[in-house]
T-cell receptor, first 114, second 111 residues
Framework: SQTIHQWPATLVQPVGSPLSLECTVE??????LYWYRQAAGRGLQLLFY??????ISSEVPQNLSASRPQDRQFILSSKKLLLSDSGFYLCAWSAGLAGKGSLYFGPGTRLTVT | KQEVTQIPAALSVPEGENLVLNCSFT??????LQWFRQDPGKGLTSLLL?????REQTSGRLNASLDKSSGRSTLYIAASQPGDSATYLCALQGGSEKLVFGKGTKLTVNP
């Protein structure tokens, strides 16, 4: 069966510090991978998605970036965090082409920027 | 641009009641619609997926329907239980890799 992992579960970082959140998927090959952010009182915002190694599509330009160094590994990074980066970050995966399968989410990382 | 609306934002019902959660969308050109459940501080759990060619899907006490012509989907929960308390989100996938989410309905089932 497929499993998706995220770490860390919670993170408190000062403004201006770097960020690295990691997501890995087990039990499947060549998944589509996604990073979403859920801010308080707001809906889920798609940040990045990837259909393959090294292929990243960005939905929000801001100060975040994503990388996919391996087939089942997706990393969200920032060089300098802003207060507005606080939120709940969710990694997700899906199989196959767009619209053909369910989206499965990881447990999330709660990021507080102070 | 696809917009997804979920009304009401919050709903409180007594245990045992049958209830309906609503999801409306502006663009009927969709591939599928999914309903998710989110418990506080947790990730999302997929409940039901309806492909655009389907009208409904059922899983246990849950039944989701899709009416593309009217831009509506409903999630029906039969015989609600306190364990059903959570936020329920609908999401639509159009002609890309992206899902568009509603902001969710927070359901509280009182014992």
């Amino acid at each position: 069966s497929q499993t998706i992992h995220q770490w860390p579960a919670t993170l408190v970082q000062p403004v201006g510090s770097p960020l690295s959140l990691e997501c890995t998927v087990e039990g499947t090959s060549n998944p589509n991978l996604y990073w979403y952010r859920q801010a308080a009182g707001r809906g889920l915002q798609l940040l990045f998605y990837s259909v393959g190694i090294g292929q990243i599509s960005s939905e929000v330009p801001q100060n975040l970036s994503a990388s996919r160094p391996q087939d089942r590994q997706f990393i969200l990074s920032s060089k300098k965090l802003l207060l507005s980066d606080s939120g709940f970050y969710l990694c997700a995966w899906s199989a196959g082409l767009a619209g053909k399968g369910s989206l499965y989410f990881g447990p999330g990382t709660r990021l507080t920027v102070t | 641009k696809q917009e997804v609306t979920q009304i009401p934002a919050a709903l409180s019902v007594p245990e045992g009641e049958n209830l309906v959660l609503n999801c409306s969308f502006t663009d009927s050109a969709i591939y599928n619609l999914q309903w998710f459940r989110q418990d506080p501080g947790k990730g999302l759990t997929s409940l039901l997926l309806i492909q655009s060619s389907q009208r409904e899907q059922t899983s246990g006490r849950l039944n989701a329907s899709l009416d593309k012509s009217s831009g509506r989907s409903t999630l029906y929960i039969a015989a609600s239980q306190p364990g059903d308390s959570a936020t329920y989100l609908c999401a639509l996938q159009g002609g890309s890799e992206k899902l568009v989410f509603g902001k969710g309905t927070k359901l509280t089932v009182n014992p």
